[in-house]
């Protein structure tokens, strides 16, 4: 069975800070770009980081820059997403993904919505006072 599993999610105060992580099982996240995306409710996914299998060329969309960072194991089975100074805008539920051929990061963050791509089910992050 190939699945990705988020964790780390929870209610933090804003300015607080949270480790997302995703483990695979099934298969191995190795050669495939990865990212973290998220949803908030009303709005559309979007995508907030994204790494390559190959150089480990890094994406993060605007308004996470600075504050976030994504990472992977060595061992392709885990990616990560560090999360600082979190703001209540950040609030919604996360999600990452594998994608099934190559790609560059911007694009598999920028065009969220490919189909070609192994999705978990979500973690939530509730960024309040």
């Known amino acids: 069975q190939v699945q990705l599993v988020e964790s780390g999610g929870g209610l933090v105060q804003p300015g607080g800070s949270l480790r997302l992580s995703c483990a695979a099982s099934?298969?191995?996240?190795?050669?495939?770009?990865i990212g973290w995306f998220r949803q908030a409710p009303g709005k559309e996914r979007e995508g907030v980081s994204c790494i390559t299998s190959v150089g480990s060329i890094k994406y993060y969309a605007d308004p996470v820059k600075g504050r976030f960072t994504i990472s992977r194991d060595l061992d392709g089975n885990t990616m990560y997403l560090q999360m600082n100074n979190l703001k209540p805008e950040d609030t919604a539920t996360y999600f990452c993904?594998?994608?099934?051929?190559?790609?560059?990061?911007?694009?598999?963050?920028?065009?969220?919505?490919?189909?070609?791509?192994?999705w978990g089910q979500g973690t939530q992050v509730t960024v309040s006072s």
């Open positions: 099934g298969f191995t996240l190795r050669h495939y770009t």
């Open positions: 993904a594998a994608h099934a051929f190559r790609i560059t990061a911007q694009e598999m963050c920028v065009r969220a919505t490919l189909s070609n791509r192994f």
